[in-house]
C-alpha cells in the first residue's frame, strides 16, 4: 500500500469526507494491504461508539405480494411464478412474540408494496405490537407511501423505517425501475420519514446492472448530506425470473470496502451484513463485522414461507427455525471477535 493510499483512510476517518478524486481511488485501488488497512479503521471507528456489540432485528417478511416492478426484483409484480403468500395480522403478532422471547428487542416488518395492508391494518399491526412487547422497536420497511400514511404509522408507535434509495443517480435509477415508478417520490419520501421524526434507513445494492465508480460516489454524497441512522447494502443477486437474470453480481470486496467507506464517513450508522452479502459469500457476514458493520438482521418469519420471499436466488437461512438461526449467528459472530447483545440498539441520537 502506497504511503497516498493510507493517508487517504487516514483522512476519511479524521474528516469523514474525501474529494471525488479520492473516493474513486479508494474505490478503485487493489491492494489486499490496503484492504485490511482500511477494514481495521473502520473497526476502530464502530468499537469507539458500539464497542463490540452487534445488534440483532427480527425481520419478518409478511407479505411478498408487491404492486411494483423493479427490475432487479425477484417479487416483483410481473414474475408470475413467485408464489404468493400474505401473513395474517394474528401470523405477525405471533412472530413478534416468538422473536420478543427468542431475545429480539427490534422487529423489522418487511414486505412488497401491497396494498392489502392498508393503514388501518398496519396501524393495528404496529399498536398489537407495540402494546404487547412497549420494550420493543418497531421498524417498518414496506416501500413508498404518502406522509400521512407515514405519520399515521409512526403516531401508533413504528420508530423507525427503512427505505433503501436504490441509488443516487436518477438516470442510473431509470435503468433500474419501470417508468411508472420515480426517483423524486422515492427521495420525497426518505425526507418525509426524516421530517416526520422516525430513525431513517437508506441504501443501495453494490454491483447492480449499470452501476458505475460515479454512481457510487453519488451514493456516498447522499449518504453524506442525508445522514442516515440506518443503511442497508449488499450485493445485487440476480434472480431467474427477472430482466436482470443474466447480469453479474456484486463482489464481496466491493460490498465490504463500501460497509468501511460508510463507517469512517458516519462514525455511529446502524449498518448490517446483510443476507445478501452472506449469499454471495458464506464467509460474507463475518466479512461485514470485520469491516465495520454492527447489525444482524436474522428472519423470523414462519418457516412455511420462508423460500418464497425470495429477491434473489440461492438465499441463505431459508430453511432454518429462528432459534436455530440465532444460535448459527452467535457463533459466527463470536468467532469474530464481536458479541449479540439483546437490545433495542437505537441510535445514538435517538437513545432515550
Ligand atoms: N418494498 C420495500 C421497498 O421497496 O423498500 C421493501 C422490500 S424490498 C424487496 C427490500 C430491498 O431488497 C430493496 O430495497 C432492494 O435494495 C433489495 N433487493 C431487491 N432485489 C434484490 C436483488 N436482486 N439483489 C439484492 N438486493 C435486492
Ligand atoms: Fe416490490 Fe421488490 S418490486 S418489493
Do not use: W
Request: aromatic residues 8%; proline residues 4%; charged residues 30%.
Amino acid at each position: 500500500m502506497t504511503e497516498e493510499m493510507k493517508a487517504l483512510v487516514d483522512k476519511l476517518e479524521q474528516t469523514g469526507n474525501l474529494e471525488d478524486s479520492e473516493f474513486k481511488a479508494v474505490l478503485t485501488y487493489e491492494d489486499p494491504e490496503f484492504n485490511s488497512y482500511l477494514n481495521e479503521r473502520a473497526r476502530a471507528v464502530r468499537e469507539k461508539h458500539y464497542g463490540k456489540d452487534v445488534y440483532l432485528r427480527g425481520l419478518v417478511e409478511f407479505t411478498n405480494y408487491c404492486k411494483n416492478n423493479c427490475l432487479y426484483c425477484g417479487i416483483r409484480a410481473g414474475n408470475t411464478n413467485a408464489e404468493r403468500y400474505r401473513l395474517t395480522e394474528d401470523e405477525i403478532l405471533e412472530c413478534a412474540d416468538e422473536g420478543y422471547d427468542l431475545g429480539f428487542r427490534t422487529l423489522v416488518l418487511q414486505g412488497g408494496e401491497d396494498p392489502f395492508y392498508t393503514d388501518e391494518v398496519l396501524v393495528r399491526i404496529v399498536k398489537g405490537i407495540k402494546e404487547r412487547h412497549p420494550d420493543c422497536a418497531v421498524t417498518l420497511s414496506i416501500g413508498e407511501r404518502s406522509k400521512e400514511s407515514y405519520q399515521m404509522l409512526h403516531d401508533a408507535g413504528a420508530d423507525r423505517y427503512l427505505l433503501r434509495h436504490e441509488t443516487a443517480s436518477k438516470e442510473h435509477y431509470e435503468k433500474l425501475h419501470p417508468e411508472n415508478m420515480s426517483f423524486d417520490n422515492r427521495m420525497r419520501c426518505l425526507k418525509d420519514l426524516r421530517d416526520i421524526g422516525y430513525q431513517v434507513g437508506c441504501g443501495m445494492m453494490i454491483g447492480s446492472p449499470y452501476q458505475t465508480t460515479d454512481d457510487l460516489i453519488k451514493d456516498l454524497r447522499f449518504i453524506q448530506e442525508f445522514k442516515p441512522e440506518m443503511l442497508g447494502t449488499g450485493p445485487f443477486i440476480p434472480h431467474h425470473d427477472t430482466p436482470f437474470k443474466d447480469e453479474k453480481q456484486g463482489t464481496t470486496e466491493m460490498t465490504v470496502r463500501i460497509l468501511s467507506v460508510i463507517r469512517l464517513m458516519l462514525p455511529t450508522v446502524l449498518l448490517p451484513a446483510t443476507t445478501a452479502l452472506g449469499t454471495v459469500d458464506p464467509m460474507g457476514r463475518e466479512k461485514g463485522i470485520l469491516a465495520g458493520a454492527n447489525v444482524l438482521m436474522p428472519n423470523l418469519s414462519p418457516s412455511g414461507v420462508r423460500k418464497k420471499y425470495l429477491l434473489y436466488d440461492n438465499k441463505i437461512c431459508t430453511g432454518d427455525e429462528a432459534a436455530e438461526c440465532i444460535k448459527c449467528l452467535a457463533g459466527r459472530v463470536q468467532r469474530t471477535g464481536y458479541r449479540i447483545v439483546q437490545s433495542r440498539g437505537d441510535h445514538v441520537d435517538f437513545v432515550k
